[in-house]
């Protein structure tokens, strides 16, 4: 079987000045710049991706709108409700039952849990600010994520570019 890649994305940095129910949060100017960066880089440094997993936090889905914009075929999303606010063990949920097709997703969530999720499938600890990105390389189906350790190709946040 070959090797999944799973795609970590932590949503851009979002704007705190409203007062609307967190799940509506937006993203503020700096995340609005942030996200189509963390794009370029899934652009320049992935191959394709199959599938996209986004929680339905307004924060996350305006992150993946803008980053996969800057995809030559951006991948067919899902938004799932199961991603938001979700701890490891229930995004770790959420990986193993990803369609067997589908060989490269990007899972689009929060902080603590998308942090966490890192260092279970792979035993490192890795920081995931706004827009951080870890690419992870996992053995086997997706259901047996977690049972052997998965390896992390690349982790951190897309530097800024010139435009």
Do not use: C, F
Not at 27 to 54: M, S
Not at 134 to 146: E, F, I, P, Q
């Amino acid at each position: 079987m070959p090797e999944r890649t799973l795609i970590l994305l932590r949503h851009a940095k979002s704007n705190w000045a409203g007062d609307e129910a967190d799940v509506d949060r937006p993203l503020a100017e700096r995340g609005l710049h942030q996200a189509p960066l963390a794009g370029q880089w899934l652009a320049g440094n992935i191959p394709g991706i199959d599938l996209a997993v986004v929680s339905p936090a307004n924060r996350a889905r305006s992150t993946w709108e803008l980053a996969s914009a800057e995809l030559d075929s951006p991948p067919l999303t899902r938004i799932e409700e199961d991603l938001y606010a979700a701890s490891a063990s229930q995004l770790l949920g959420v990986v193993r039952v990803l369609p067997d097709e589908a060989n490269t997703v990007v899972l689009v969530g929060h902080n603590p849990g998308i942090e966490d999720l890192v260092s279970v499938l792979t035993g490192e600890p890795v920081g995931m600010p706004t827009s951080a990105l870890a690419v992870l390389g996992l053995h086997g189906s997706w259901s047996s994520a977690g049972r052997s350790p998965a390896s992390l190709r690349a982790a951190g946040r897309p530097p800024a570019q010139a435009r």
